[in-house]
């Protein structure tokens, strides 16, 4: 009897225990609805896909050629420490949240490295100190507000950072030493949340501060370290306005480098004088956007990174003569987070491409000898066979051209491909021709070509193209992707009856707009992150981002605007969703309330179709922690398999 007993506790505890394994049970963080069980077995399969990793440069050591880098080794990017190149990852910070942003060695001794953190993606981000003597990190901001990433005097002694300390609206200027955290003071009060801090004066006595006032109009100012006092450096023009971006002050100090759209369709590299304030472009040879540069310390030489047609390259420019030096030969990718060592003669930088993730590089300009720093893994997979994206264009309603990039399946799978429509965010960024990382599966494995399209209001095209969708142009980035099907519909190798669409961010809240205006022409939907109503979007974005949301969207407070967006809000157009819908929201989120995702689940669910739902209580604008993104990864593949490959 015992024997019968024990041999039936034995059954029993294991087919509970194989139940137990035969699904991927979501954690207590999230809020899980409508989405089916997951079964372990999917999990294995895509494994691979879910394992890889990238790595960034974050910062040189002043004095050693040693790096600091973020990459993923358990949950979250942490800073890591690599001493020379192909060296081991050295893990310096153990957060649950991550840590990629704000991180710079002190630039004198590389005593110890300051670096920025928010808590469960709210966007909150706080200045720290991480010291190598001891290990120990300080909280260097008050632990509430948002604070900016730090930049360094040229001193090495001081930082000046922005702050919605004061009313948690405007970012005003604080200074202080990180070595002695008492020393954090005010500098001035600036009016808005667009203010950022660009560089100090060689002499540490001004600060190059820049203001956004949108996407398209930004100014430089500068502002008096004793007094606080500020004063413009660029001139506002109504009739023309104009974009700045990156500013570094030339070594001598009579003069800054700026990246600005000035009397240009694109953004050149411009030298300043301070006294005169003439602008003098260096790279007017170059017909695309130079994304970013930066100077060399002992001011001789300009990285600078240019987009050519979503392609990032690399240029370098002879400071002294304004000419541009002979490209430097690198491996095939894309170029991204250029920085200087204090030697001014190794450029380090991140470069991805379709086949590789991102990781850390340095060119020495003198000998041109390019070392890669880090490899990171991607999981067991063979990337050297991945495709390589395709760049199309089509004509949209109104005859203008716009593109995008397709990345086809491998050719063993025939016949006509299932597509999925992947809308970037911002509305103002690109899609570039990166690394896709786990969205390699969809092409893979399941045969499904992936198309992603760069619609009005994307950058890189020319400021013309970038207000093409501003304010009551709204609806017409929408139909730029009612062109895209149109295009899908003449291919021969798409199937134009299994489409799915899908975005994050702003291309979430187009993926709603498109999910109800073309309903009948799409199979599925995936929002993430997507504001459903603009109008209410505006009111409850956090109030540091809603003076420029404001000038791309328009003022939701003005009679006729409010109307218009009202009418082409996806919310009050729901009832229009008549295909599956998949919605994936952070609790903490700082741009986008969760209220626009509940919203959305709620009205689209009258329509009695499947809806499903994803929301993390420990995220903000998307899904950073590795845990929420595997479990976010499993149920859309579940999504894709169910609704648009069936």
Known sequence: MRGLLCAFLFTLCTTFAFSQEAEIAPGDNLVVEGIPRIPASLAEEVSRYTRGRNAGLLSWHPTRREMLIATRFA????????????????????????VATGVSYQPRTGSYFIFNKDAGGNGNFQIYRYDFATGEITLLTDGQSRNSSG???????????????????????????????????????????????????????????????????????????????????????????????????????????????????????????????????LTSHINWEVEEFELSPNGRTIAAVVNENGVLTL?????ITRREIPRPRLPTGYVTGIRWHENSRELGFNLDSARSPTDAYSLNIRTGRVERWTYSETGGLNTQDFVEPELIRWRSFDGREVSGFINRPPARFTGRRPAIIDIHGGPEEQFQPYYLGRRNYFLNELGVALIFPNIRGSSGYGKSFLMLDDGFLRENAYRDIGALLDWIDTRPELDAKRVMVTGVSYGGHATLAVASLYADRIRCAIDIVGPSNLVTFLE????????????????????????????????NNANRITKPLFIVQGANDPAVPVSESERMVAAVRRNGIPVWYLMARDEGHGFIKKRNADFQFYATVLFVREYLLR
Do not use: C
Not at 542 to 569: K, N, T
């Open 75 to 98: 949950d979250t990017r942490q800073v890591h420490q690599v001493n020379l190149p192909g060296g081991a990852r050295t893990q310096l910070t153990f957060f649950n949240d991550s």
């Open 151 to 281: 930049v360094w005097s040229r001193a090495g002694a001081r930082i000046i950072y922005s702050s919605t300390r004061r009313n948690g609206r405007d970012a005003d200027l604080y200074l202080i030493n990180p070595s002695e955290p008492g020393s954090n003071r005010l500098l001035t009060q600036l009016l808005g949340g667009g203010w950022s801090v660009m560089d100090w004066s060689p002499d540490d006595r001004k600060i190059l501060v820049l203001e956004v006032v949108s996407v398209n109009e930004r100014y430089l100012w500068l502002i008096d370290v004793a007094t606080g006092e500020k004063m413009p450096l660029t001139s506002r023009n109504e009739q023309q306005k104009a974009y700045y971006g990156d500013g570094q002050f030339s070594n001598d100090g009579r003069g800054i480098y700026v990246t600005t759209d000035r009397d240009s369709e694109f953004r050149r590299l411009a030298y300043i004088e301070r006294v005169t304030g003439r602008h003098t472009y």
């Open 315 to 319: 240029r370098l420019i002879d400071a």
């Open 540 to 571: 409850n974005t956090a109030s540091y981002r809603q003076s420029l949301r404001r000038v791309e969207y328009g003022d939701e407070r003005q009679p006729q605007m409010r109307a218009f967006l009202e009418r082409i809000a996806p919310l």
